[in-house]
């Protein structure tokens, strides 16, 4: 395979567009360790200057799948299963808000989810901050629970998707991680094994995420339908801002914690609405054939009568955490910090926010560091709210005073204040179906 | 270093510059196994992308040169020492025939060679069809022969370039070895290492060569001899035509009993033209001081009193072989190629007059393929030549029939005849000094 595979480098590195079994064979040979590291690397550097066409794209997605497992909830439980997935930002707990209210209205939500890199947290690091609480299910188990609970969220299991595992490892630390094709695979090839039928994506945009520009995540949203469509999942898009904070709360427990509320009704304004758009159209994909404005009406039922709450109680109980919030782990220390002037926000930059989440310990610097589940950032004021001086705008949660004077710096610096208001900016900033 | 290898990456990903700094570290730390290949992989397919300045060129080149040991052959000798070196083509058996001549003009002349892989020949293998010949000497007998000898061609020793030799290797696979600023790094890397005072450097052009128009040889040309004058050595770049196999004979043996004749005066016009060009360069680059009319003068004169013979026969034994032509393998079995039609030869093509010498069993297809010195072609009549319906065009010298006849089709195919005689074309086709 070596040399078929320096040529099928050529090839794309000239611009060429390879068919469905080239990509096939050398993705399939590469997680059988037949095709060796350094060919994949020059691949994809070779894709990151002359990209894939949507075909290309697709034979991609496919040939990851097609190297491992892959799973069909739909017909597991004789029922269409949703599934969400966000690109990631600072502050994204919206998974654990989300999975219980579509869950008390009636439909599985089934998803497996994966760690925080860097500056995006991850929604198997939330779900730890729970005591007790097991991500690492069996596949049989996952949906033995999503069949009772009617909602499972669980780690990635080791036989779903290896190629994209070793393909993601080494676009890491090969500078080849910025290409929408290449992303899109990626995610979709997770999404598709998986096994839910229908799926909203939450495409992230703003200094807090991947997609910087509007234009940017568009193109990654409209791929990423399309490799969905082919695969015969329905799929909806929602390109959401992250140019602040999504809610109040970054850090696992402090996040956890801010979901719950969100789920009873007492949770922050643009985390709410961003909740019950998702569920307004996860609701109208499921098989209750409803519309999304009545997707989005049951939605808020269940969030006000505690239909939610309950299915959010039940479902941390069927994976062995503990429900009740006084069990989150707390820091020790809570530090505020304070406007040197009065105004309004005018903006609340999300990655530094995200970043000193991460310096508190909340997050991981290298794949292997630990995280403590206690430690993060509460944004008391976000972007249009009025601040007197020498009013708290947040609070550190940290372990010691030193991390914590550090994060105050850096999120005191986040901030931007002025005398006007600044024009309002919605939580969802377009939707693609 | 795998997190600042990523960066540099990115950094030429982008068509940043680096700084010599950077590259002499990325690849230090290659050499030593502390960056992966794959690392590397990357980083050659952004270099094919977005290119190298000359400042970079330079600290590559320098980098690889620093990866191992390097000898002053001039310090060691008291002597400005000589070198050439060709970027390789068929029929290019050069250097066995301008070392002799050189050395007959008393100036020393060291080198360090390759072997072939696919059409290409490689010196080494040529001087192994000598029986006897040694090209395995340490630095010392190297250094010590051309000191009571005048002459030394060996292998390129172990320790020195260790960065090129792995870097060769991995672009060899992921289809990064056509960039012009890699090429003339691995090229003038080895040559500086090598110790020679002086370079002469021989850029192939044509269907036969790795340079296909004379543009981008000009620009190769160019930048060798930029990094071998930034290492201060002394270069003369020649670019030569490589659109028709180079004298006559194509294959190991039948190249050294050509080489010998020509230091003799009895080789064909074109390569003897090329030999005594060159030796005119290096005689004026030595420390005669001398003109290349004067250099020319004495070449001439070195090969019509006999003395480039006898310093090839004193070379040859020096290093363990047999200088009797005689000596040479012969194949079993000697086939000729009829012309179809009278006419004059419009073209030969190099390209499948050496595959066939390939196929005959006189070159590598993989890299440790074993090689059979006495086969391979000789073509009676080339371009601008007059020939006549059925007369013998070329010959065959093979081990059995079938390979002979296999032979016989492909170098028939690789003549054009016609009814007019074609403009003649020079060998050499411009200097750079």
Redesign the interface.
Known sequence: M??R???L??AK?DGKELDAAQLTELILAYARGEV???????F???V??QGLSSAETFALTDAMVRSGASIALGEALGRKVVDKHSTGGVGDKTTLAVGPIVAACGVPFGKMSGRGLGHTGGTLDKLEAIPGFRVELTLDEFVAQLRETGLAIIGQTADLVPADKLLYG?R?????VDNVSLIAASIMSKKIAAGADAIVLDVKVGDGAFMKSLADARVLAETMISLGRRAGREVVAVLTDMEQPLGRAVGNALEVREAAATVRGEGPDDFTELVLDSCAHLLALSDLEITEEEGRRRAEAAVADGSAFDAYERWVRAQGGDPDLAALPKAPLIREVFAQRGGYVQELAALPVGLAAVHLGGGRRAKDDAIDHSVGVVCLKKRGDAVGDGEPLAEIHARDETSAEQAAADVLAAYRLGDEEPRARPIVLDTLA
Chains 1, 2 share one sequence.
Request: glycine share 0%.
């Open positions: 070596t040399i595979a320096a040529e480098i050529q590195r060796p590291d350094y060919q994949l690397a020059a994809c550097m070779a990151y200057f080494l890491d630390v090969t500078a080849t």
